[in-house]
């Protein structure tokens, strides 16, 4: 069955970094483009990036461009999501997306 597993959300400070993992399993993760997600109470889900099946390609929202990263490692069925400069409007339940199938979610808090 196919499952996608989110870490690494915690408080952190403004202006701090985080990196958040997504670690896939029961699907062909190598063949999938994934993606981060995140969302506020009463907003919808946003797309805040993106990275092709092979890493080659990356997309980002324009507010977290220059800050964030994403990347993934293939032999590892992961997918990461490196943030810098975080700021307190990046506070959010952050979700991995691939495979038309959700991950549970894990908050990040940004906040001094």
């Known amino acids: 069955q196919a499952d996608l597993v989110e870490s690494g959300g915690v408080l952190v400070q403004p202006g701090g970094s985080l990196r958040l993992s997504c670690a896939a399993s029961g699907f062909d993760f190598s063949s999938h483009y994934m993606s981060w997600f995140r969302q506020v109470p009463g907003k919808e889900r946003e797309l805040v990036a993106q990275v092709s099946s092979v890493g080659g390609t990356t997309y980002y929202d324009p507010s977290v461009k220059g800050r964030f990263r994403i990347s993934r490692d293939n032999a590892a069925n992961r997918v990461y999501l490196q943030m810098n400069s975080l700021k307190p409007q990046d506070t959010a339940v952050y979700y991995c997306?691939?495979?038309?199938?959700w991950g549970r979610g894990t908050q990040v808090t940004v906040s001094s």
């Open positions: 997306r691939g495979f038309n199938i």
